[in-house]
């Protein structure tokens, strides 16, 4: 096991740009993919006619597909189509859709779970039904989403591991790269690895534990 070699400056280097480009692929990803996901939750518990079922089709087909085979599709399929993507625009799409499916089913539960008698309640004092979910389901709605969706973002970044098979520079490729140089450096290389989605990802579980007790 060669420490001095496998952390050499040039090698932590190349790691940290690809624990960079994991952070912010990731983030992309999180922002796009609460964004469609929170619409998608919304109108699936809003039962409009048409759309809903729809979405709901979209999202059981997405929900039940391999996150690899997704991300096959964006970077290497849908050039045939005409649409071709860098390396990190079919990332970022790939995890999007992926998770966005993922979310949509969490923020159809945290509405469901919004007891049904303060929506009677909200509607016989005069609200419309935008009204109702706008001031009334979304922000109790929200309280009982914090813990899983903190869970899919978690899931989110840890995925993005997975785009080592389109080749993305991110952690886990830049990582096997230097491990490639010498057999020496896997142990020391993957205990940075650990550390540094441990870091990230335990820093979001407490800022979620935290903001699930502001909101107690």
Same mark, same amino acid.
């Given at each position: 096991?060669? #420490? ?13 740009? !690809? %624990? !960079? ?5 990731? %983030? ?10 929170? @619409?998608? /939750?919304?109108?699936?518990y ?7 079922? =729809? #979405?709901?089709a979209?999202?059981?087909? $997405? ?18 189509v /005409? ?6 625009g ?7 859709? %992926?998770? =966005?499916?993922? #979310? ?11 007891p049904? /008698? ?14 109702? @979910? ?5 922000? &109790? !709605? ?9 869970? &899919? ?21 830049? =990582?096997? #790269? ?7 450096y896997? $142990?020391?290389?993957?205990?940075? $690895?650990a550390?540094?989605y441990?870091?990230?990802?335990? =820093? ?13």
């Amino acid at each position: 096991m060669d #420490i001095a070699g496998a952390f050499a400056y040039h090698n932590l280097i190349f790691i940290l740009k !690809g %624990f !960079g480009m994991t952070l912010w692929v990731a %983030f992309v990803a999180i922002v796009a993919s609460f964004a469609l996901g929170g @619409i998608a /939750g919304t109108l699936r518990y809003m039962r409009i006619p048409v759309i809903s079922p =729809a #979405i709901g089709a979209v999202v059981e087909i $997405v929900r039940n597909l391999p996150l690899l085979l997704i991300l096959f599709f964006t970077y290497f399929a849908m050039p045939d189509v /005409g649409i071709k993507l860098s390396v990190t625009g079919a990332a970022i799409v790939g995890l999007t859709v %992926f998770e =966005a499916a993922m #979310i949509s089913e969490v923020v159809r539960s945290g509405l469901n779970a919004v007891p049904k /008698g303060q929506i009677e309640a909200a509607r016989s004092s005069g609200l419309t039904r935008s009204q109702t @979910i706008r001031h009334i389901v979304l922000p &109790q !709605g929200l309280r009982a989403m914090v813990p899983p969706l903190v869970s &899919q973002f978690i899931s989110l970044l840890k995925d993005t591991s997975l785009a080592i098979v389109i080749s993305l520079p991110e952690l886990m490729h830049n =990582a096997k #790269i230097v491990i490639a140089q010498q057999y020496d450096y896997t $142990v020391p290389v993957l205990a940075v $690895v650990a550390v540094l989605y441990f870091a990230v990802n335990y =820093a979001l579980s407490i800022a979620a534990r935290r903001l699930e007790n502001k909101r107690v």
